[in-house]
Structures are given as structure tokens and as C-alpha cells.
T-cell receptor
Framework: DGGITQSPKYLFRKEGQNVTLSCEQN?????MYWYRQDPGQGLRLIYY???????QKGDIAEGYSVSREKKESFPLTVTSAQKNPTAFYLC???????????????FGPGTRLTVL | DQQVKQNSPSLSVQEGRISILNCDYT??????FLWYKKYPAEGPTFLIS?????DKNEDGRFTVFLNKSAKHLSLHIVPSQPGDSAVYFC??????????????FGKGTKLSVKP
């Protein structure tokens, strides 16, 4: 039963605390992505990783950090430096063979983070 | 500066009729386009894609049309069903490895199909 899992579905944190969102995939995809969605907005890219132990900043990386120690996992940490952390966070993956054309990204169910 | 634009935030259609969702883009390097469907509090689901070498791609009730000269694509849903009610995102990519392979998303169009 292949897919992308994100946990937890809902997360509450106090202002000033770092929080880590989990993303796991068993699709054997090389590439993984983190997006943020705000009401009335499209998906904005935070970070992406095309191979293990490598990742790149997306359009809105400030206040976030990631790691890619395993192919299956791409956790996102929302740090206290992120000024507006309350949002819906989406993780995605794609086959992502380096140098090949872009391919379809498949999304997890998302995590709703609320900072109180 | 938005590279992918969905100018209609919402669209309401009667069940059984055609739904047409539109998307415009500005980057002439985009050569791969996708449509995603999203329900509230869920991740987007891939619907259909089209490469710039084609001008039409069909999958069941869903057809995507691409007009490269106008930098415009559209998603047609025929016939529309109440279960199609969702937000639809258009996405585009410049194609090959590195950051050019990343998808750029529009802001979405909320489709409501009324019984």
C-alpha cells in the first residue's frame, strides 16, 4: 500500500517553540517537497530535495529547516524565526530522476499547524 | 509576479453540464502542465497532465487543452458531478532537472457542482 504519510493531521504549538512535521513515503521516489498553503493562496514551495543528503531552498524557506538523511523521510522544522507559521503544510514526492524532465508530484494528506 | 494565473476564484455549474476551468501562464519556458483537485483539509490529487508537444489530452470525463500561442490551458469536465466540487489547481514546470523541474502553482479555482 504505497503512499505518502504526514503526521500529525493537526498540530498546536505555542509561539516561540520549534516544531517538526513528519513526512514519509514508500513510493521509492527520489524527490521530495514541502509546500505551504494559506487561505486563498496557491501552494508555495518551502524546500525540496532531489536526492538523499541534499536539499534546496524554495521560494519561502526563511524560518524553516529540513533534513534528508533517508530516501523515505523528509521532515520539516518550523522554527521560531518563522513569522507566520500557522498554515496547512503539504509534503509531496516525485520519481525525480536528476536531469530528466519534471514529473508528477504526489501529495500527502497535509498537516494543519496552528501556533497559539 | 505570478507565473501561473487562475483568474476565476470560483465557478458554479449545474450537475450534468460542462465545467471549464482556465489557467494562463507567462513563462514561455513552461512545457509541462498539470491539474490537481483538492478537497478541504486534504492533499491535492493529481488529475491530468499535458506536455507542450500536445494540444489535448483526455482521461475519462477530464480533458485538458493547451494553447501555446496564447499561453493558456483549460480543464473541461463533462459531465460535471457533485463529487467534482473541490478546488482545482493548475501547475506548470519548465521541464528539466534542478529547480526548473519544480512545479509552479496557480491560486486555484473553487468549483461547485449543484445537483
Amino acid at each position: 500500500d504505497g503512499g505518502i504519510t504526514q503526521s500529525p493531521k493537526y498540530l498546536f504549538r505555542k509561539e516561540g517553540q520549534n516544531v517538526t512535521l513528519s513526512c514519509e513515503q514508500n513510493l521509492n521516489h527520489d524527490a521530495m517537497y514541502w509546500y505551504r498553503q494559506d487561505p486563498g493562496q496557491g501552494l508555495r514551495l518551502i524546500y525540496y530535495s532531489q536526492i538523499v543528503n541534499d536539499f534546496q531552498k524554495g521560494d519561502i524557506a526563511e524560518g524553516y529547516s529540513v533534513s534528508r538523511e533517508k530516501k523515505e523521510s523528509f521532515p520539516l522544522t518550523v522554527t521560531s524565526a518563522q513569522k507566520n507559521p500557522t498554515a496547512f503544510y503539504l509534503c509531496a514526492s516525485s520519481i525525480g530522476v536528476w536531469g530528466s524532465r519534471a514529473d508528477t508530484q504526489y501529495f500527502g494528506p497535509g498537516t494543519r499547524l496552528t501556533v497559539l | 509576479d505570478q507565473q501561473v494565473k487562475q483568474n476565476s476564484p470560483s465557478l458554479s455549474v449545474q450537475e450534468g453540464r460542462i465545467s471549464i476551468l482556465n489557467c494562463d501562464y507567462t513563462n514561455s519556458m513552461f512545457d509541462y502542465f498539470l491539474w490537481y483537485k483538492k478537497y478541504p483539509a486534504e492533499g491535492p490529487t493529481f488529475l491530468i497532465s499535458i506536455s507542450s508537444i500536445k494540444d489535448k489530452n483526455e482521461d475519462g470525463r477530464f480533458t485538458v487543452f493547451l494553447n501555446k500561442s496564447a499561453k493558456h490551458l483549460s480543464l473541461h469536465i463533462v459531465p460535471s458531478q457533485p463529487g467534482d466540487s473541490a478546488v482545482y489547481f493548475c501547475a506548470a514546470s519548465a521541464g528539466y532537472g534542478g529547480s526548473q523541474g519544480n512545479l509552479i502553482f496557480g491560486k486555484g479555482t473553487k468549483l461547485s457542482v449543484k445537483p
